[in-house]
């Protein structure tokens, strides 16, 4: 079965701060990682990582996967108080139907104070 | 504008009652699902649909009964409900299984109450 683990499941920061978030996994023939922000509704996407070493970049957001340690790290940097969400870390493998599965972390509640 | 649309967004109910959840996408995505999210946060999968052929069903109690009428939509039909039911059931799409790509588009979630 798909495992996604993400720590911590909790953080408090001051603006201005650094922070990283983790995600380890396993997957079964893996396909992709993907970095969700929830805010009050709906999960909205941030990056797909498909491939080891590559940085993603959206303004102060990052993100890097290693398929060979299986896990992946979002950065974000100078933190804002509307960073404050739950960020979800999924993967997806490759298959007849699990093509199309993700299987979801529990999140990081992410708060930041100003 | 393109989007995931659910319907009701809210819904409060008794135990024992059938309800219904409707969601509807305008993206042009072959394949939908539904996602339970409980008060935990966590978000599981339980039904996918793929131009209208269910593809992915979890252990899910059999009073949950989705339902595609085309590829547009999914509804998702819940009887008797429990207590334990209570939770943000959210919609969500994405391009069919052929595609490299997984990302998945979601719905603003319906939060169901049951009392």
């Known amino acids: 079965e798909d495992k996604v683990v993400q720590s911590p499941l909790s953080l408090v920061v001051h603006e201005g701060d650094t922070v990283t978030l983790n995600c380890s996994y396993e997957?079964?023939?893996?396909?992709?990682l993907l970095w969700y922000k929830q805010e009050k509704k709906a999960p909205t996407f941030l990056f797909m990582l498909t491939s080891s070493g590559i940085e993603k970049k959206s303004g102060r957001l990052s993100s890097i996967l290693d398929k060979k340690e299986l896990f992946s790290i979002l950065n974000i940097t100078a933190t804002q108080t509307g960073d404050s969400a739950i960020y979800l870390c999924?993967?997806?493998?490759?298959?007849?139907?699990?093509?199309?599965?993700?299987?979801f972390g529990e999140g990081t509640q992410l708060t930041v104070n100003p | 504008d393109t989007a995931v649309s659910q319907t009701p967004k809210y819904l409060v109910t008794q135990m024992g009652n059938d309800k219904s959840i409707k969601c509807e996408q305008n993206l042009g995505h072959d394949t939908m699902y539904w996602y339970k999210q409980d008060s935990k946060k966590f978000l599981k999968i339980m039904f996918s649909?793929?131009?209208?052929?269910?593809?992915i069903n979890e252990t899910v109690p059999n009073r949950f009964s989705p339902k595609s009428p085309d590829k547009a939509h999914l509804n998702l039909h819940i009887n008797s409900l429990e207590l334990g039911d209570s939770a943000v059931y959210f919609c969500?799409?994405?391009?069919?299984?052929?595609?490299?790509?997984?990302?998945?588009?979601f719905g603003p979630g319906t939060r169901l109450t049951v009392l």
């Open positions: 969500a799409s994405s391009w069919g299984l052929a595609v490299s790509y997984n990302e998945q588009f």
């Open positions: 999924a993967v997806g493998g490759w298959g007849e139907t699990s093509g199309s599965r993700l299987t």
């Open positions: 649909y793929n131009n209208k052929e269910l593809i």
């Open positions: 997957v079964t023939n893996f396909r992709s």
